[in-house]
Nanobody, 124 residues
Framework: QVQLVESGGGLVQPGGSLRLSCAAS????????MAWYRQAPGKQRELVAG???????NYADSVKGRFTISRDDAEKRVYLRMNNLKHEDTAVYYC??????????????????WGQGTQVTVSS
């Protein structure tokens, strides 16, 4: 019912940049906050950045000033521009959408849906 497809990850040297993209598809009724999370090996999934439907943004302290989140509502996409990447940014990155979708006559929340993620590896 809801599909999230992340792309843009890869291997990059410290100090390098990447731009992640996430395409959302489904029978959406509403899309509110869109966000990026990441999960490093042996660690819990953590919020990296979020952007509301009004364009307000918030970032984890560890990425402030280096990462920029943006969205394209017409395309139902969310992006994450990552600059000055560090070893500790290595993780699988996932997008998430806070909204509702329609299935038949009922509406359901979208927050339980996740994509396959995209691997970001920062290494020299």
């Amino acid at each position: 019912q809801v599909q999230l497809v992340e792309s843009g990850g890869g291997l990059v040297q410290p100090g390098g940049s990447l731009r992640l993209s996430c395409a959302a598809s489904g029978n959406f009724v509403s899309i509110n906050t869109m966000a990026w999370y990441r999960q490093a090996p042996g660690k819990q999934r953590e919020l990296v950045a979020g952007i509301t439907s009004g364009g307000s943004t918030n970032y984890a302290d560890s990425v402030k000033g280096r990462f920029t989140i943006s969205r394209d509502d017409a395309e139902k996409r969310v992006y994450l521009r990552m600059n000055n990447l560090k070893h500790e940014d290595t993780a699988v990155y996932y997008c998430n959408v806070d909204g509702t979708f329609r299935s038949g006559t009922l509406w359901y929340p979208t927050r339980d849906y996740w994509g396959q993620g995209t691997q970001v590896t920062v290494s020299s």
